[in-house]
């Protein structure tokens, strides 16, 4: 069996979502269980200079329906990035799901011969297209998807590793 970019890509990208979903809703039900306003959630950061909760999901978004757009050689999504609430956050979430979903598998692997290129801190970078899922793609969308999982961690919220990765099974693995 080959591996492909798309099983390589898509799967994770769609089951990280979902777990990120699952984390927003258990925030929204902590801070109204606390009597916590939500803004203070949504506007946590680890340090000063980080993005704030939203741009976070913002950012996992966008590299996921990028990663994908490129790889398959078609146009990214654009979304406007005003995000404020727990249930705008999931709906983005949603929205990128489901563009991620319409996109064929025989698009995405495609992006195997690809070159794709980016602008980087003012340069223009280019990847092949296996270089840029792997080495680029798909460390920023785990990077930002955890730094949201430590944003509420931080902030007092009862999740733990199982939360990030999933409680059920992945396809392919028993029990």
Known sequence: M???????????FLRMFGNLSKILEKAEAYAEARKIDPAALLQARLA??????????QI????????????AGIE???????????AELRERIA???AFIESVPAEQVDAGAGRTVTLKLAGKEVQFTGPSYLFHFALPNFHFHVAAVYLILRHNGLDVGKMDFLGRDLPPGATA
């Not at 492909?4 to 890509?9: G, I």
């Open 95 to 97: 929205k990128t799901v």
């Open 2 to 12: 080959t591996f492909s970019l798309y099983q390589a890509s898509v799967p994770a």
């Open 76 to 86: 990214i999504p654009r979304y406007a990035d005003t995000e404020a609430s727990f």
């Open 60 to 71: 996992a978004s966008d590299t996921a329906k990028g990663a994908v757009a490129r790889l």
């Open 48 to 57: 000063p200079d980080m993005f704030a909760l939203p741009r976070q999901v």
